[in-house]
């Protein structure tokens, strides 16, 4: 092959670039792929119907947001032996919702996506720690956090809706998983229409810690946040 054909778009310097490219993102925490899949996992979980493939999906896309966030804050490789355990271990339960049904099954399911939703959040909170400054990379990590409070509570609600003996909420319904993420997202906000009201105390508790939760968050941590990133600015100027 001559050296013109080695240096047209499609040969090596293209593919150098674009590995440059991946690699300037990882090297500088940018969590935007980790946005774009909280956002992807928020749509399916609001528009999905609320069936066993549907649970088994959102395993599979809370896995791969982990991998991504593990990647993305430098802690591994995308494919570092524990990111192909986590996929293969996400697919084996998908694959198992798909095959055997029940409501201890979708509560397991859904404890399993709370979990790795919790993970991403402390990875991406870990991974803002390490780097020792404020950027806007920084505020994009706490506003996935903050979208991951939301999702968490989703699968910890869902997860009661399955193993509780009477109805979630005091509607009479265990609601849809897009009633509880829409349920959750409210309460993470402190909105509270009253359409939808937890029945027993698990439940009112759990809602009255999101709530809390959530304005703690966002008057301490993203204030916190956002409040350093002024001088850092102000100094560039």
């Avoid at 047209?8 to 440059?20: A, E, K, Q």
């Avoid at 906000?189 to 359409?195: E, H, I, K, L, S």
């Amino acid at each position: 092959m001559s050296d013109a054909a080695a240096d047209t778009p499609s040969g090596p310097p293209r593919f150098r670039r674009v590995r440059g490219h991946v690699g300037s993102r990882r090297s500088s925490h940018s969590y935007g792929y980790v946005l774009l899949l909280i956002g992807v996992s928020f749509v399916f979980a609001a528009t999905a119907p609320n069936s066993a493939w549907a649970s088994s999906a959102l395993v599979l896309l809370q896995s791969a947001t982990l991998v991504v966030a593990l990647w993305t804050s430098g802690i591994a490789r995308a494919g570092a032996w524990h990111n192909v355990v986590l996929l293969a271990l996400a697919i084996a339960l998908a694959v198992a919702g798909l095959v055997w049904t029940g409501p201890n099954l979708e509560a397991a399911l859904g404890i399993v996506s709370g979990l790795m939703t919790l993970a991403i959040a402390v990875v991406i909170a870990l991974s803002i720690i390490s780097k020792g400054e404020i950027t806007r990379q920084s505020i994009t990590g706490a506003v996935c956090i903050y979208l991951l409070l939301g999702m968490i509570f989703v699968f910890i609600y869902g997860a009661c809706a399955a193993l509780g003996n009477g109805p979630f909420f005091a509607q009479g319904t265990d609601g849809t998983r897009a009633v509880r993420l829409y349920f959750s997202y409210i309460t993470l906000a402190t909105v509270g229409y009253g359409d939808y009201t937890p029945a027993g105390n698990l439940g009112h508790a759990l809602a009255v810690i999101e709530a809390l939760t959530g304005q703690l968050y966002l008057v301490t941590v993203v204030a916190l946040l956002v409040a350093r990133i002024r001088p850092a600015r102000a100094h560039g100027e």
